[in-house]
């Protein structure tokens, strides 16, 4: 009884703990379905999520029709679902690890939009960050000019998780500048609606790049074990996205952002003992880098909130930890 009292008290813990392996099992189910192009697997995503957030807003009585900011929230729509596509991309191309690993240096990008656009402050703690995240990225890519070393990656696909992530770092920067002012059930439809739409389009435009799993012809699969993970994939990650925001809400920002740091170990994990891929010290020290550099932002920013002791500093730092939350 005494054990079931404290797992309900800390449920918070446990949604973001059960959050983490959805999010990252899912990634590993767009890599597991490789004889699918990954335009497939996000149109899907972006289907099925559609569906489900369509009954949740009727079921709380939104009005779809109205819709404040409707520039701002296609356009955070829009970079959202480019930098979570882009991500599809690179884990189907790298090591599961890695890809996960670059992808968790959104925070740093985050940081500067926000210190650009919303004038957030952003000092000598952040570039620390950001340094160490950039090295980071360096250790896992591993430049051929750097390391004079051949890797079995394209170096292409590094560049691009780091540019999606940059992108998907401009969406949460518009998020946070439109705030509360649309229901995050309402914004997920209208972001549905774009992934569903960007990814034909992109699977179509790029049809000819059917080596790197990115575009072809949109075919449904033949076996059914296939169907029932595509069918998973596309509904798994809204409910991971629900219980990490209701983790979120019962939890301080900085373990939320602690134990996302999780979707990174079991990243390698399935990367080491599913997909059968070392990981060499390199990536894994650079993982590390990175790992720190967010969960030193979320700590600094967590200290200026305890000094200040004001409601716009909860907000900034309950944002902070939702920047590493899944597209």
Partial sequence: MMILTKIIRHRGILYILTASFIFTSN??????????????????????????????????????RRLNHPKLVYLCGLLRTTGYITKIICVANMPLGDATAIYFTMPIYTGIFARIFLKEPWG???????????????????PSFIFNATTETNPLFPVLAVSGSIIQSGGVTIQRKIGKAVPPTKFTVHQAVILFVESIILGLALGGLKDHNIGAEFVVPGCYTERLLLFLTGNIALVGQVLYIKGLALETAVLATLLRNLDTILAYIYQVTYF???????????????MSSTVTIVTYRSYRMKREGTESSNVVLSNVAAATQEE
């Fill in 276 to 290: 059968k891929q070392k990981a060499d010290w390199l990536s894994l020290v650079g993982a590390l880098l990175i």
């Fill in 27 to 64: 990634a590993a189910l767009s890599k597991i379905l490789k004889n699918l192009p990954s335009s497939i697997f996000t149109a899907n995503r972006g289907f099925f999520c559609f569906l489900m957030s369509l009954n949740l807003c009727f079921y709380y009585g939104y009005n779809l």
């Fill in 124 to 142: 000598v703690v952040h570039a620390i960050a950001t340094v160490l995240g950039l090295s980071g990225i360096v250790l896992i890519s591993k």
